[in-house]
């Protein structure tokens, strides 16, 4: 199964359509974080800090929990200096297998929180994410969403944060590519299901409101030739195509998209994802512009790219998509725990308009709203058969894509 738009929640579901609200702009950053690592506390007789991590380890979802797992294991060995203690305190993870199961997943955070444990994260399910987010409010401990990109997440309740991107996000870096969206005219290419009419959505919801003329090319699932779609895209020139598409026959429709002229004719996006999808578009692959929320080398090899990378594989591991959400995961913890062990209020106030650097740049959390701004990128792929290497192209400042501040914050951050 491949997916040409990459989304942690659902392999084969939409980025969620976005609501968007009328006020937009940033919150200035309270604090910078430290270049480096905290120095490491001896360990004995250090107290123990659990944080619970609710996530797949096994079902179809199994190896976007492996990439979040790997990366925060990654992230606590570096700011640990591999002694899995920080600020004086032994850092204990206690992971729970959601195994993509809503149910499974609030039972799990009941029962940590019945445990005591009041740091809780993870979960890439967008559904299982909006569900522990309501324990974790109800019971008033922090909760901190993994690769889950739904953007309900954000504004939701004040105990909730996120270490990953949102579809907003995606969406918006796409539109990017070709400059001002006043009067350009966007397609999207997807199949005639929920995952495509999501998609179609979201795209008419993100660009539509950044001056675009959005339409769909809405394909049957049982297409198996593609010439009549094709030939309603090269009619309607658009200055953007972005293609979503879930499927086995991702191959037959990128051959299609390059053998009928498409991917000459206008820009074609699509989303970067996983390193074992790279193949999927075949030769098509290096005339397709590529909107990345990561991939190995993404960061430029800074300093946290490097030390994650190298803990990932040192652990018999490879960093993929959802690797930096893990890492980026860890530093808030260790942020939150750092200003009170027991206080959540304390938590939160550390953690709102905190800027800090990490795998792929600087990311700011948004007091407003807790929305994690950060960068993205633009890609493209160079290679062929079934050996792909994506290259930057570009990155997308986050102010360039950070989603619109909400008209009715949901709580006060004063």
């Not at 002694?83 to 195994?99: E, N, S």
């Not at 955070?109 to 809780?120: C, N, S, W």
């Not at 504004?155 to 270490?163: A, I, P, V």
Request: glycine content about 10%.
């Amino acid at each position: 199964m491949t997916r040409s738009v990459p989304h942690p929640s659902r392999p084969q579901r939409a980025l969620a359509a976005v609501a968007l609200a009328a006020a937009t702009g940033l919150v200035a950053a309270a604090c910078a974080s430290p270049t480096s690592a905290a120095s490491p506390a001896a360990a004995s007789g250090s107290a123990t800090v659990k944080i619970g991590i609710i996530t797949a380890e096994s079902g179809p979802y199994a190896p976007y929990g492996e990439e979040y797992l790997a990366g925060l294991k990654a992230g606590l060995d570096y700011l640990s200096h591999g002694t899995g203690v920080i600020d004086g305190r032994k850092v204990q993870l206690v992971i729970d297998d959601d195994a993509d199961s809503p149910a499974t997943a609030v039972n799990d955070a009941k029962d940590l929180i019945g445990q005591g444990v009041t740091l809780i994260g993870g979960t890439v399910d967008s559904a299982i994410a909006l569900q522990v987010a309501a324990v974790a409010a109800q019971n008033k401990v922090l909760y901190i969403a993994g690769p889950a990109a739904v953007d309900q997440l954000d504004n939701l309740n004040r105990y909730t944060f996120r270490s990953g991107r949102e579809s907003y996000q995606d969406i918006a870096t796409a539109g990017s590519f070709v400059g001002d969206l006043t009067g350009k005219k966007v397609v999207v290419l997807a199949q005639d299901s929920e995952f495509g009419t999501a998609n179609a959505t979201g795209v008419k919801a993100v660009l539509g409101a950044k001056g675009a003329s959005v339409s769909s090319v809405l394909v049957p699932l049982s297409a198996t030739d593609f010439t009549p779609f094709t030939a309603k895209i090269l009619a309607a020139k658009p200055d953007l195509l972005f293609v979503a598409w879930a499927g086995t026959n991702a191959n037959a429709l990128w051959t299609a998209l390059n053998q009928q002229g498409v991917l000459g004719a206008t820009q074609v996006v699509t989303g970067l994802a996983n390193v074992a999808t790279y193949p999927a578009t075949g030769p098509a692959g290096s005339k397709i512009t590529f909107l990345a929320h990561y991939f190995p080398g993404a960061g430029a090899g800074n300093a946290y790219e490097t030390a994650m990378t190298s803990a990932v594989k040192a652990a018999g591991g490879q960093v993929d998509l959802f690797t930096p959400d893990g890492f980026t995961a860890m530093q808030m913890f260790a942020h939150a725990f750092e200003a009170s062990t027991g206080d959540v209020n304390a938590q939160i106030k550390a953690l709102e308009g905190w800027s800090f650097a990490g795998v792929e740049g600087t990311y700011t959390v948004r007091a407003a709203d807790h929305a994690l701004l950060q960068p993205e990128f633009e890609a493209k792929l160079t290679g062929s058969g079934t050996t792909w290497t994506p290259q930057l192209v570009k990155a997308v400042a986050p102010d360039q894509i950070a989603p619109p501040l909400p008209s009715t914050p949901a709580w006060s951050t004063s």
